[in-house]
Every structure is written in structure tokens, then in C-alpha cells.
């Protein structure tokens, strides 16, 4: 039977080129010289540290830009409120995520189910397995969870025929 997976990873090769990218501007850029701004990254987390909020928010948009650049969705770095850190710097963390929790992956069956198409989708860990007889069901189930904002990226893979 035709399946396909709904998954959200993200390519880390491409995550670290973006920051290597976006260290380099920063050193470039003439509205943050001197101002000590720097991106570090961390397994899930991505620190961002300058001056002022300002600042802080031209790094962000710098970071956004090369993640999207590089094929990595913005919504895959949720960003907190920056915080001062002493010494007149402020901190801003971004936890990148991946996979997709339980709620998602109900909240996705449920948008699927209610979509009205003949297909079958089930949860595994944190993949979802859509299943079904035909395949143009199978494209328009992509197509209706590509048009839904369920607040992360989703990648489909494993296609089987």
C-alpha cells in the first residue's frame, strides 16, 4: 500500500554553514563593529549576544536570513525574549526544534482526518505514517499539510509505491 512519512529534521550541515555564514557578516557589517555581538550554537540552542536590543535584532534578522537561505524554515528556531547578562550585554537563546511532539502529531492526524481524503494516518514516535490506495490521495494530503501553519516545519520522506 502507497505511504509516505511526515517528519520535521533539520539538515545540521546547513544550520552550521547559516552561522558560519552569519558570523562573517557580522564582522562586515558597519552598524555592529565594536559592539562585541556573537552567534553561538549548541547542539539545540543558538545564543545570540550584543549591546543593545537593537542590536541583538539585526543579529536575529542576519541569522534568519541565512537559515532561509539555506533551505532551513525560520519557524524551526523559536527565539525568547532577550536578557541583559551584565556588562551591558543582553542574551537572546533560539531552541531549534525537531522532530515532532505528540500534540503536533495529533493536531496534524486531526487536520488530515477532517481534511476528508481517503487516506489512513497513523503516529509513530515522531514521524507520522500517512498510508492510502492511491497516490494522487497521497499528493493531496501533502499538498492540504503544506498549506496548514502548524507552527513547525514538515518534511515529507520514505515515499513508497
Not at 17 to 25: D, L, R
Not at 31 to 57: P, R, V
Not at 87 to 114: F, H, Y
Amino acid at each position: 500500500m502507497p505511504s509516505f512519512d511526515i517528519v520535521s529534521e533539520l539538515n545540521e550541515q546547513e544550520i552550521d554553514n547559516a552561522i558560519n555564514q552569519a558570523k562573517k557578516e557580522l564582522l562586515n557589517r558597519y552598524d555592529l563593529k565594536g559592539s562585541n555581538s556573537e552567534i553561538l550554537w549548541e547542539k539545540e540552542t543558538i545564543t545570540l549576544k550584543s549591546n543593545d536590543e537593537m542590536k541583538i535584532n539585526a543579529v536575529r534578522d542576519i541569522l534568519q536570513t541565512k537559515l532561509h537561505k539555506r533551505g532551513i524554515e525560520i519557524s524551526a528556531v523559536k527565539f525568547e525574549k532577550p536578557e541583559p547578562i551584565g556588562g551591558m550585554m543582553l542574551k537572546q537563546v533560539g531552541k531549534i526544534i525537531q522532530g515532532i511532539d505528540k500534540e503536533k502529531a495529533k493536531e496534524i492526524v486531526k487536520s488530515i482526518k477532517d481534511s476528508k481524503l481517503k487516506v489512513q494516518a497513523s503516529i509513530n514516535d515522531e514521524t507520522v505514517r500517512v498510508q492510502s490506495k492511491s497516490i494522487d490521495e497521497l499528493q493531496a494530503t501533502m499538498a492540504h499539510c503544506r498549506a496548514q501553519k502548524f507552527g513547525i516545519p514538515l518534511q515529507f520522506n520514505n515515499m513508497r509505491q
